[in-house]
């Protein structure tokens, strides 16, 4: 449920932190003024070590009232939201709960596996790292049919169990660990792992074992299923062309439980990545590494466990999300940029902005 993004780079002179952020701003002016159908633009630029915490909002926040955007308000962030649940995955595997290595069959529900069994599925095959580097093998509930019935039916609530049996049912297992298939499926199982194996909601042991209450995450949370963080701005709308959608007249549930699901700001979404490849959430440095180390070989998936991870000339580890959300994290700078366009179709308008100034930041101050 969403694109690869693509980075271009070039080399540049040096300026000074004042400077640059004045170039963010007129560079963001500059492509929403050339794009204003991307409705809405937020940006959050988030550099420690050169002491850079920037946020940046342009546009408006709904089509039919025309309230300008504000850069604190938080958005669904859809499939960033794995990054989340894969993190947590790997505290489990640092609690020496569970291993990457370890087969699926005795980690999900009874009822899960009987199913998944049923329709020729060798859970004995089938391993963590092999949902996480979504090379598992099973049939993702998400298709062009599944789009339908949530175009015709946008108010429709549905169950996790519901999306589970869906994949079941709609398709056939494939070889497992040798193709890349990105599947939402292979999320939902992972956070039923979690549930099982920390005998909590996932959305409350998510929120746990990656520490937001100290590292102060007040504004990242699973829509519905838990409380709207008290002090929080109203969420952004966000758009998709393609079945005329606005986020608010649409139940979340489609798109809630693990696959995606979170809401965040463009400001903690950066602090996240941040957090969690500074070692401030994963403290294990291999199982940190293995995080952002191919599963397959890189030519044929840039997919790692929960991240993609590409040579731009500098290291990007990366995720998107179909809403138009995508962050982006260089650790040569240690630094991150999250951009969240409210419209779906212009998610990657700001792809050349964010390369310039990802080597920006890579110059020695």
Not at 50 to 57: E, G, V
Not at 79 to 91: E, F, W
Request: aromatic fraction near 12%; charge should be positive; hydrophobic fraction near 40%.
């Amino acid at each position: 449920m969403k694109k690869i993004l693509l980075l271009t780079t070039c080399c540049i002179p040096f300026i000074s932190f004042a400077q640059l952020l004045t170039v963010f701003k007129n560079k963001v002016d500059s492509i929403y003024d050339k794009n204003k159908d991307a409705i809405g633009i937020i940006v959050h630029v988030e550099a420690p070590k050169q002491n850079i915490s920037w946020s940046y909002a342009k546009g408006i926040t709904d089509t039919k009232t025309k309230k300008l955007l504000d850069d604190q308000q938080p958005v669904l962030i859809a499939s960033n939201t794995k990054p989340y649940v894969a993190a947590a995955i790997l505290r489990l595997v640092e609690k020496g709960k569970i291993t990457i290595d370890q087969p699926i069959k005795k980690l999900l529900t009874g009822k899960t596996g009987r199913l998944l069994e049923k329709d020729g599925y060798d859970l004995n095959a089938i391993k963590v790292k092999h949902l996480l580097s979504h090379i598992s093998g099973i049939q993702d509930y998400v298709d062009e049919a599944y789009f339908q019935f949530v175009n015709l039916h946008p108010t429709y609530k549905w169950k996790k169990e519901e999306q589970i049996k869906r994949s079941i049912e709609i398709g056939n297992p494939k070889t497992v660990g040798q193709k890349f298939s990105y599947a939402d499926i292979n999320y939902l199982l992972l956070t039923e792992i979690i549930e099982q194996k920390t005998h909590q909601p996932f959305y409350t042991a998510i929120r746990d074992l990656l520490r937001y209450k100290e590292l102060n995450l007040t504004e990242t949370w699973f829509i519905d299923l838990e409380k709207y963080p008290s002090n929080t701005m109203a969420l952004a709308h966000q758009y998709a062309s393609k079945y005329k959608w606005d986020s608010y007249d649409i139940d979340p549930s489609w798109d809630l439980y693990g696959g995606g699901g979170i809401a965040a700001t463009a400001k903690e979404s950066a602090l996240f990545f941040q957090y969690l490849f500074e070692g401030k959430i994963i403290q294990n440095k291999q199982l940190l590494e293995a995080m952002h180390t191919y599963v397959l070989p890189s030519d044929e998936s840039k997919y790692c466990l929960g991240i993609y991870h590409f040579d731009m000339g500098f290291q990007a580890y990366y995720h998107g999300g179909w809403w138009g959300t995508d962050v982006i994290y260089s650790p040569e700078s240690d630094a991150t940029i999250t951009v969240f366009t409210l419209q779906k179709e212009f998610q990657h308008i700001l792809n050349p902005f964010i390369g310039k100034e990802f080597q920006k930041l890579l110059i020695k101050k």
